[in-house]
């Protein structure tokens, strides 16, 4: 027969699941045996021994099997007839609990033993599965709460630095509640803390002396990687504060041994104490059971005569500490610490103590960290952008007065809490401007979140904006996800092409700027948030609500504070000052020392209309500069379409011979610049990876 052994948990501590305690002694014979059974109106009963241990199940169909084969005799004990069970599990699972539960093959109960294999009764169940899924239920509780309860303070960040686990411990030895830490940079409270470097190297940290007031600890900084990329990284704190004192201050063998004997004896965690001669003199149950022996057969004898590979005499040579060290011992391994006993300046002893029970706890701890760091991974993106706003006003460039206007009128509203709408075609500078706004409000501390309005369909808008909760539609991910309007709440959000938003998405958007709250996709539970508003668009929203493309009330909300931007074509008295902030911004970025743009340059560039603005201008000084190979940007460096200067052609030349010529020296000289980058210079020249490799073979260009 062919059955399990599971650990009891919860589960079975109430009697009330005991269907019956009927078993047949292992003396009853046969005959008496059927009488029973058929009395008793059962399929099958247990066999137990005089001392109570289960030995197995005598069915009816075990019985009438023996008569079908004339092998049926009434006087022969039932111990012949018993149908074994095979423990497919080590009854050493079951050591921490009340109960083992024995689930066997084919009968529609359970058999109850307790932790001395003395048979109880029959479990009352009728789905084994059922059974199994409530004690994995309550393992997974056992593990949460053992991880929340290591003694040893706990911290753990995440890739970029902040706080996602604060145990209890951790609370009480670092003097921080758990709520004033978590999700804040870890540098904000522990700025010598060595978790970051342990994060950018993927190097393990151990037996770091640390100092908290008048604690001291010692500190294992450890990374979480998974595969080859470093999730996050863990610091184990252990107060060493009562150790060293004890160390220091007992005066006597005698002291020392009364002290740590109860220290070690009512602690939950195993403890092993040497002397100065390696003999163990100390050591709590918990590693005697591990072991398997009494106490008396221990005290005395030298520790490597019970664990060959201790590594407790070099603590005892060498005078150190070490932490977070593996000790195999008896098939399991423990994660422990290694303290050397002074006293009067000399090493009078060591003390070996388990960090973690088993190796199991410690990664049980390092997946849920990692289950923490998959689960914030859409976290990890958008708080990467938290206090990300780049620009000021003093970014903004420009002395026409109409540019003058529009940065007076941002500054004014940055001070205020209004909804802003910002006006103007694409490239204008609009998100610059909302920059900053936000790095000019009360609210610059606080997180500025771009939207663009016009980059996704409408459902997945929906959920971007306002979030969803878990089960929501098929893919949502596990526990939800929070949406742009919670990730900016006491912040910014900045709604970029709101003109493309459809009539429906602006329904929903308008009841968050009335209500000031919204509900996730899915959810029915309101989230309040406060929010500052500052939306754009390159569209006429008045004429497109005379054309029922956008709607009237929304179109009131957000038309509060409207600052209007000038085209550049309308502003061609600042293009000298622009490039010049703009030259200096491309040199930076290529490692070029272009000095300006030539006066006559300038001309050119206010001959040109600008239908792309400030973003075009930025692109053809670009090319400007990777293609000059002097000091300053001439018009023969601009490529401006319309604008074109005269080529002077020699009687044999032709035009296509010409533009033949000018061409190569572009594609050599982009190259050049570039050193030989040809995804940059495709880029650069603004034409496809394949059209680039034709010219240059055409040419016979060598990049």
């Known amino acids: 027969m062919n059955g399990f052994i599971s650990s009891g948990l919860s589960l079975l501590d109430s009697q009330e699941l005991i269907l019956s305690s009927l078993y047949l002694d292992e003396e009853t014979v046969l005959a008496d045996a059927l009488q029973i059974i058929l009395k008793e109106e059962r399929t099958h009963l247990p066999v137990v021994s005089k001392e109570k241990k289960f030995l197995g199940v005598l069915g009816t169909a075990d019985i009438m099997e023996s008569l079908t084969q004339g092998k049926f005799d009434p006087k022969a004990p039932i111990t012949s007839y018993i149908r074994p069970v095979e423990w497919l599990l080590p009854e050493e699972n079951s050591l921490l609990f009340n109960f083992n539960v024995l689930i066997t093959e084919g009968w529609p109960t359970a058999f109850v033993v307790d932790s001395k294999g003395e048979y109880q009764g029959e479990f009352k169940f009728h789905d084994n599965l059922f059974l199994l899924y409530q004690l994995l239920n309550d393992l997974d509780f056992y593990i949460s709460q053992t991880i929340e309860a290591v003694h040893n303070a706990v911290v753990a960040i995440d890739a970029q630095g902040r706080i996602v686990f604060f145990n209890p411990s951790a609370e009480k030895l670092l003097g921080f509640h758990a709520e004033e830490v978590l999700g804040k940079p870890i540098k904000n409270f522990f700025p010598d803390s060595l978790t970051f470097k342990a994060l950018a190297t993927g190097e393990e940290l151990r037996g770091i002396p640390m100092s908290y007031g008048e604690l001291n600890t010692k500190a294992d900084f450890l990374p979480i990687i998974l595969g080859h990329k470093v999730l996050g990284a863990v610091a184990v704190f252990k107060d060493i504060t009562e150790l060293e004192e004890v160390s220091h201050r007992l005066n006597s063998n005698e002291k020392l041994m009364a002290t740590l004997e109860a220290v070690v004896e009512n602690s939950y965690e195993g403890m092993v104490v040497i002397d100065d001669q390696e003999n163990i003199v100390l050591m709590n149950q918990f590693f005697l059971d591990v072991i398997g022996v009494k106490v008396q057969d221990v005290i005395g004898k030298k520790i490597n005569d019970i664990s060959p590979n201790s590594s407790l005499p070099q603590t005892l040579k060498s005078g150190k500490a070490q932490f977070g060290e593996t000790w195999h011992l008896k098939g399991r391994d423990f994660i422990i610490m290694r303290v050397p006993i002074e006293r009067e300046g000399k090493v009078v002893g060591a003390l070996a103590k388990t960090l973690f029970k088993n190796m199991e706890i410690a990664k049980m701890f390092a997946k849920k960290v990692m289950r923490l760091e998959e689960n914030l991974a859409y976290y990890k993106e958008e708080l990467g952008k938290f206090h990300s706003s780049q620009f000021v006003f003093d970014d903004i460039i420009g002395e026409s007065p109409r540019m003058k206007k529009a940065k007076s009128l941002a500054h004014r509203a940055s001070q205020t809490t209004s909804t802003i709408l910002i006006l103007g075609e694409s490239g204008t500078g609009k998100e610059v401007f909302s920059h900053a706004i936000h790095k000019s409000s009360i609210r610059s501390n606080g997180p500025y979140i771009k939207v663009n309005c016009a980059a996704l369909p409408e459902d997945l808008l929906e959920s971007e904006l306002f979030g969803y909760d878990e089960g929501a539609f098929t893919g949502a991910r596990k526990g939800g996800k929070p949406g742009k309007f919670e990730l900016a709440d006491k912040g910014t959000i900045f709604l970029d092409e709101i003109g493309d938003m459809s009539l429906g998405m602006q329904a929903k958007l308008l009841r968050v700027l009335q209500e000031r709250e919204l509900e996730r996709l899915g959810g029915t539970e309101p989230i309040k948030v406060d929010v500052r508003i500052i939306a754009a668009t390159n569209r006429d929203l008045h004429k497109m609500v005379m054309e029922h493309k956008f709607r009237l009330d929304l179109y009131y909300r957000l038309n509060v504070l409207t600052i209007d931007l000038p085209p550049l074509r309308e502003r061609k008295e600042d293009i000298g000052f622009i490039a010049r902030g703009l030259i200096e911004k491309i040199n930076k970025r290529l490692g070029t020392d272009i000095q300006g743009v030539r006066p006559e340059s300038i001309t050119h560039l206010c001959a040109y209309d600008w239908p792309g603005n400030i973003r075009e201008l930025e692109n053809i000084l670009e090319r400007a500069i990777v293609i000059c190979d002097e000091a300053w940007i001439l018009p023969k460096h601009l490529a401006l379409p319309g604008v074109m200067e005269t080529i002077t052609?020699?009687?044999?030349?032709?035009?296509?011979?010409?533009?033949?010529?000018?061409?190569?020296?572009?594609?050599?000289?982009?190259?050049?610049?570039?050193?030989?980058?040809?995804?940059?210079?495709?880029?650069?020249?603004?034409?496809?990876?394949?059209?680039?490799?034709?010219?240059?073979?055409?040419?016979?260009?060598?990049?």
Not at 658 to 680: M, W, Y
């Open 649 to 703: 052609l020699g009687a044999e030349q032709t035009l296509e011979y010409a533009l033949q010529a000018a061409e190569r020296e572009i594609l050599d000289k982009t190259l050049r610049r570039v050193q030989g980058n040809k995804v940059q210079a495709a880029r650069i020249l603004g034409i496809h990876r394949s059209v680039l490799y034709k010219k240059l073979a055409k040419y016979n260009i060598q990049g």
